[in-house]
């Protein structure tokens, strides 16, 4: 199953991780401190506090804000050029590289390409890919098809 970062929707992603890891309601309540019928109403939710989803990505062991760090990579809009010289300000925020591709994004992307389901050209515009980027993926990854990232 290849997942779609466009549209995420929380609740879903925390009850597949559930099955999966066949966690029974017993324990999520006892950890999450709620009733079972709470546990139902969160996997509708489409989105929910972070301090809750931290309590779940602790539970699960899985990093649900990662999704959504990844949603920005695909979907933000890339600063241009001048406005990231001129309106840069000190922020005492910790500031992070917005372009951190992973393995499984990459593979996607060359995958996608190779199987012909989108052109280079496609792929560098709906995701904002900078050409040189997808070229060096390309070339880098391209003739490993099998081996890992």
Do not use: C
Request: net charge positive; charged share 35%.
């Amino acid at each position: 199953m290849d997942f779609k970062f466009k549209d995420i929707h929380i609740g879903e992603l925390i009850q597949l991780s559930v099955k999966e890891q066949e966690i029974g309601k017993d324990r999520i309540a006892n950890f999450l401190k709620i009733d079972q019928e709470e546990i139902e109403k969160m996997y509708q939710m489409k989105s929910m506090e972070t301090e809750l989803l931290l309590r779940w990505s602790k539970l699960l062991e899985y990093d649900f804000f990662r999704i959504f760090s990844q949603h920005l990579v695909w979907y933000a809009p890339t600063r241009g050029e001048k406005t990231k010289k001129k309106d840069v300000k000190d922020s005492k925020l910790p500031q992070f590289r917005k372009n951190i591709y992973t393995s499984e994004l990459i593979r996607f992307i060359v995958e996608l390409i190779q199987s012909g389901e989108k052109t280079r050209s496609q792929i560098i515009e709906e995701y904002n890919i900078p050409r040189n980027t997808l070229y060096r993926w390309l070339t880098k990854y391209e003739k490993k098809q099998d081996t890992e990232l």
